[in-house]
C-alpha cells in the first residue's frame, strides 16, 4: 500500500512562479525524502528531512514536515522550465520493515 | 558519483519467456532495490538486499524473483513472463539502509507480448 500521497496529481506553472506540492503519509516515520524524475528517466534524490527537523533548504528547494498532520510540502522557487518533471515523496517508517514506500508522485510542467 | 547500471533499457519479450534484469552499483553500497513503476501506482517494491545472498520480499515479490551472488550486482528474474508484468523496472541503491538516499538507474522498460 501507498505510504505517502502527493497533492496536486498535476501542476502547470508560468517559468519564474513558485511550486508548491504536497505529501501525506499515515504512519509515524523515521524519515521523508524527495526525488525528482524526468520523462522515461531514472529518480534522483533531492532532499531528506528527518522526522525530528521541520524545515530544511537546499538551492531553490524547501522542505517542511508537519509530524503532527503527518504532512510534507516541497517548494521550488523562481520555477525554471527545467524543473519539468515529476516529484515524488518517500517515507521510511519508524517500526517495522525498514524500507522507503513511494508515493504516486506529482507531475509538474513550468511553461517558458 | 554513484553509478547504477541497469543491463536493457528497453526489452520486448513474449509470454512464458524468463527474462533477466541486471543491475549493477559502483559504490560497495550494501543495500539493492527492484522497484516496479506503472501509471497511477507509482513504485512499488518487488525485492530488497541488505548483503550478498540475502533478499527479502516486498510488496509485490509474486511472479519475481532475485539473485544477488556479488556486492555490485542485483538481478531481478521473471520466471515466466506474464503480459501483467510489462512495466518500467527500477533498480537502486543505498549505502545506508535506515536513512540513506537511494541512487537510482534509468530504468529497464519490458514489454510482454
Known amino acids: 500500500s501507498q505510504q505517502g500521497e502527493e497533492d496536486p496529481q498535476a501542476l502547470s506553472i508560468q517559468e519564474g512562479e513558485n511550486a508548491t506540492m504536497n505529501c501525506s503519509y499515515k504512519t509515524s516515520i523515521n524519515n521523508l525524502q524527495w526525488y525528482r524524475q524526468n520523462s522515461g528517466r531514472g529518480l534522483v534524490h533531492l532532499i531528506l528531512?528527518?522526522?525530528?527537523?521541520r524545515e530544511k533548504h537546499s538551492g531553490r528547494l524547501r522542505v517542511t514536515l508537519d509530524t503532527s498532520k503527518k504532512s510534507s510540502s516541497l517548494l521550488i522557487t523562481a520555477s525554471r522550465a527545467a524543473d519539468t518533471a515529476s516529484y515524488f515523496c518517500a517515507t521510511l517508517k519508524d517500526k517495522g520493515a525498514q524500507k522507503l514506500v513511494f508515493g504516486q508522485g506529482t507531475r509538474l510542467t513550468i511553461n517558458p | 558519483d554513484v553509478k547504477v547500471t541497469q543491463s536493457s533499457r528497453y526489452l520486448v519479450k513474449r509470454t512464458g519467456e524468463k527474462v533477466f534484469l541486471e543491475c549493477v552499483q559502483d559504490m560497495d553500497h550494501e543495500n539493492m532495490f527492484w522497484y516496479r513503476q506503472d501509471p497511477g501506482l507509482g513504485l512499488r517494491l518487488i525485492y530488497f538486499?541488505?548483503?550478498?545472498?540475502?533478499?527479502e520480499k516486498g510488496d509485490i515479490p509474486e511472479g519475481y524473483s532475485v539473485s544477488r551472488e556479488k556486492k555490485e550486482r542485483f538481478s531481478l528474474i521473471l520466471e515466466s513472463a506474464s503480459t501483467n508484468q510489462t512495466s518500467m523496472y527500477l533498480c537502486?541503491?543505498?549505502?545506508?539502509?535506515?536513512?540513506?538516499?537511494?541512487?537510482f538507474g534509468e530504468g529497464s522498460r519490458l514489454t510482454v507480448l
Open positions: 528531512i528527518r522526522s525530528n527537523e
Open positions: 537502486a541503491s543505498s549505502g545506508s539502509y535506515l536513512t540513506g538516499e537511494l541512487f
Open positions: 538486499s541488505y548483503d550478498v545472498k540475502m533478499k
